[in-house]
């Protein structure tokens, strides 16, 4: 299979697919050929699905199988869409579309419509949008192939694009710092189980670009697996930050275990955090080093990620969740020291519910890597309520792929950095069984406190013995430090929680942390 590292690279240079002139129903378009034009409204696709989810799962027809295994990673480099015969190569529309060529890693076809007035035209495959290098597949590829998704152009003429659909429901953006990293995806169903996780898939696309002075390019998908349908809308905006307004419309066609509404995964090898799982000789590898949280309570948190020795599962338990996502906080490149993929340009993605979301929680899964290329980290909203054969469920949201946490908070600090070491005092005999903890925070809430105010670390734990705690002001700064030695006498994870107060003023978000004594060996 393609690869996690593979694929960033592929989004990263393979070249673009490319033009919709003025569209018009029966007109001539310079480049793309389209079907006949017939009438759409997002209403007509949500009951489109909802009828498709009260049938039997149809698995997708792989098409010239043989021939698709010819274009493999490399193969798959040398296509290059020609740019003259881009979606708006003309400048009629304000971000350009192209159009991913399938192969070996990506058989099944989806169909592309594009949208004007109401009216859907179907884009009709070519083998001669395309040039093919040195690999001769010009001689072999049929005209009836399809495209495996499409990406999004930053503006006529140019060569960078900022969102990318490519396989299963996954897309992804490259964010305000213009650097692919994460996914998000439409749905998850039953990840993290004893059963295999279902992958649905987004099955058609209608693309509908905006006028070249308008920042708003909208996308209408059609989903579908064995599970679950469903429609969505999603207005992807681009301006100085990328936002994607997103109307997920979900019908259950079997009793589901878990559903995971607006899904993200990532990456996470290690950090200063682990620095003892590290085999390469860059500081740190990761997309994203946290998860944070909102809860709809008020309250901030902040949960470092961990590379477990075996899949683990969290849950924490909300309602109405003001916004949770996976982040990259450290934004520092000697931390990483790599100018190849740029890991401290990673965008962080912020999931900001629209409407009332209800009862249930956010669940994290780590999964144990061993290497950068494959994706071990997923979040997603987990309803309390049953998903039962048969029922509906609508869910609004904003997707933030941002350099930042918006919405950040000034009357609490956030959490800058966690490191691990020896438990005990330097220059002392140091005791067995212990780790030493030591927790940053920075933000505007600290700027006002003396170094000789008395700040407290508050600290609890699920298991074992906290000693040697404290806090101080690094010296020449208005970073606060929190110290704590945490002594455990088995295996067990331990659940620990931390913040800052003076007096009853709470100054920093919460930390959390699942220690794993089993990978520290």
């Known amino acids: 299979m393609l690869n996690r590292r593979q694929f960033l690279f592929l989004m990263a240079t393979v070249s673009t697919l490319t033009g919709l002139g003025p569209i018009r129903s029966g007109a001539e378009t310079i480049g793309l050929q389209f079907s006949k034009a017939k009438s759409f409204t997002f209403d007509e696709l949500k009951r489109r699905a909802q009828a498709m989810a009260r049938k039997p799962y149809q698995e997708p027809a792989i098409r010239h199988s043989d021939v698709l295994d010819a274009i493999d990673y490399d193969a798959f480099q040398q ?48 083998p001669d949008y395309f040039t093919f290098g040195e690999t001769s597949l010009d001689k072999i590829l049929p005209d009836d192939l399809g495209f495996s998704g499409f990406r999004l152009q930053e503006g006529p003429g140019v060569t960078t694009d900022w969102l990318a659909f490519l396989g299963a429901s996954y897309f992804r953006s490259s964010g305000e710092l213009n650097q692919y990293g994460l996914s998000a995806r439409g749905v998850a169903i039953d990840p993290a189980l004893p059963t ?56 259950a066609r079997q009793d589901i275990r878990r559903m995971g509404i607006a899904p993200l995964t990532s990456m996470f090898w290690y950090a200063e955090n682990n620095r003892h799982q590290a085999r390469d000789w860059r500081p740190e590898i990761h997309d994203s080093d946290g998860l944070a949280m909102w809860t709809g309570t008020g309250e901030r948190l902040w949960r470092p990620l961990n590379n477990p020795s075996s899949v683990m599962t969290n849950s924490f338990i909300d309602a109405n969740p003001k916004g949770f996502g996976l982040l990259q906080r450290d934004r520092a490149f000697y931390h990483y020291e790599d100018d190849g993929v740029f890991y401290d340009r990673r965008p962080s993605v912020w999931i900001e519910p629209t409407s009332e979301w209800g009862e249930g929680e956010v669940q994290l899964i780590e999964i144990p890597t061993d290497d950068e290329i494959h994706d071990n980290i997923v979040i997603y909203w987990l309803p309390k309520e049953p998903v039962k054969a048969g029922s509906a469920w609508e869910y609004t949201y904003r997707l933030h792929w941002a350099s930042s946490e918006p919405y950040a908070s000034n009357a609490v600090a956030q959490v800058s950095h966690t490191r691990l070491g020896n438990a005990g005092i330097p220059g002392q005999p140091r005791p067995k069984g212990g780790w030493k903890f030591v927790i ?46 945490l002594y455990v006498e088995s295996d067990d994870p331990v659940n620990l ?20 004594p089993f990978t520290y060996g």
Request: net charge negative; glycine share 6%.
């Open 196 to 251: 295999p996780e279902e992958f649905p898939r987004f099955t058609e696309f209608w693309l509908e670009p905006g006028t070249p002075e308008s920042d708003v390019f909208v996308v209408y998908a059609m989903l579908d697996g064995p599970s679950i349908t469903g429609a969505f809308r999603m207005d992807c905006v681009k301006n100085q930050q990328i936002v994607m307004d997103i109307d997920a419309n979900l019908y």
């Open 79 to 126: 296509i290059i869409f020609d740019r003259e015969q881009e979606l708006g190569a003309d400048g009629s529309v304000n971000f350009p579309a192209q159009f991913f060529h399938l192969g070996r890693y990506f058989k099944v076809p989806v169909k592309l419509h594009v949208l004007d007035s109401g009216q859907a035209m179907e884009i009709l495959y070519r």
């Open 497 to 516: 929680r931390l913040f800052l107060k003076l007096g009853d003023r709470t100054l920093t978000e919460t930390w959390l942390y699942q220690y794993l």
């Open 440 to 485: 940053d925070f920075e933000g505007k809430s600290l700027h006002d406190i003396d170094k000789l105010d008395k700040v407290e670390p508050v600290i609890s734990t699920t298991k074992g013995r906290i000693d040697n705690n404290y806090a101080l002001q690094v010296v020449g700064t208005k970073t606060w430090r929190a110290f704590f030695d």
